[in-house]
């Protein structure tokens, strides 16, 4: 017994429709839905930050050097009961990221750091070399847009800094 044609046609249609779906499942469970960071405006509340490019290693590692200073802080002096300038700093938190135009897509790589005592007296420079790594494709050479932050505490935590350098366009090479 023949199927009428309009059996036909709906069982095509759901054969169809199986078929389309089970090969847009894989290719939206491959796409890469990770957001692209953010890199914070120009900032500065008693400290400053620099950033500058450097070498890329072996195509995946982009060295970078931040460099920052901090105001002293003013803390509280518990045998005199007044506020007393104090030179010593924690680096509590820190960043940098890495934009680059590859072709359609945009490579990134974002890196933090933090720990260890800072001197913030106003003018000496505290110094982090840091490796950030691709998250996309290999790094090339030329301009990308990066920016750092940094993020310090005073030694009894009650008081703290912060920098940040905007996007800024700094230059990687071999």
Same mark, same amino acid.
């Given at each position: 017994?023949?199927?009428?044609?309009?059996?036909?046609?709906?069982?095509?249609?759901?054969?169809?429709?199986?078929?389309?779906?089970?090969?847009?499942?894989?290719?939206?469970?491959?796409?890469?839905?990770?957001?692209?960071?953010?890199?914070?405006?120009?900032?500065?509340?008693?400290? *400053?930050?620099?950033?500058?490019?450097?070498?890329?290693?072996?195509?995946?590692?982009?060295?970078?050097?931040?460099?920052?200073?901090?105001?002293?802080?003013?803390?509280?002096?518990?045998?005199?009961?007044?506020?007393?300038?104090?030179?010593?700093?924690?680096?509590?938190?820190?960043?940098?990221?890495?934009?680059?135009?590859?072709?359609?897509?945009?490579?990134?790589?974002?890196?933090?750091?933090?720990?260890?005592?800072?001197?913030?007296?106003?003018?000496?420079?505290?110094?982090?070399?840091?490796?950030?790594?691709?998250?996309?494709?290999?790094?090339?050479?030329?301009?990308?847009?990066?920016?750092? *932050?940094?993020?310090?505490?005073?030694?009894?935590?009650?008081?703290?800094?912060?920098?940040? *350098?905007?996007?800024?366009?700094?230059?990687?090479?071999?």
């Amino acid at each position: 017994m023949a199927i009428p044609s309009t059996r036909r046609r709906w069982r095509l249609l759901l054969v169809g429709a199986a078929l389309a779906l089970a090969l847009a499942i894989p290719s939206s469970a491959l796409a890469d839905t990770t957001a692209t960071p953010t890199i914070y405006p120009a900032d500065s509340r008693g400290a *400053t930050v620099t950033l500058t490019g450097g070498s890329i290693v072996g195509r995946l590692v982009a060295n970078t050097t931040v460099t920052f200073t901090c105001d002293p802080f003013l803390v509280y002096d518990w045998e005199t009961g007044q506020e007393v300038e104090s030179t010593e700093g924690r680096l509590e938190d820190g960043s940098v990221t890495i934009l680059q135009a590859s072709g359609r897509t945009i490579n990134y790589g974002q890196v933090g750091f933090w720990g260890g005592s800072v001197v913030c007296d106003g003018g000496t420079v505290n110094r982090r070399d840091l490796g950030v790594v691709a998250s996309v494709s290999p790094w090339r050479s030329g301009s990308v847009v990066a920016g750092a *932050t940094v993020y310090i505490a005073s030694a009894d935590y009650n008081s703290s800094h912060f920098a940040s *350098t905007g996007p800024v366009t700094i230059r990687l090479g071999r």
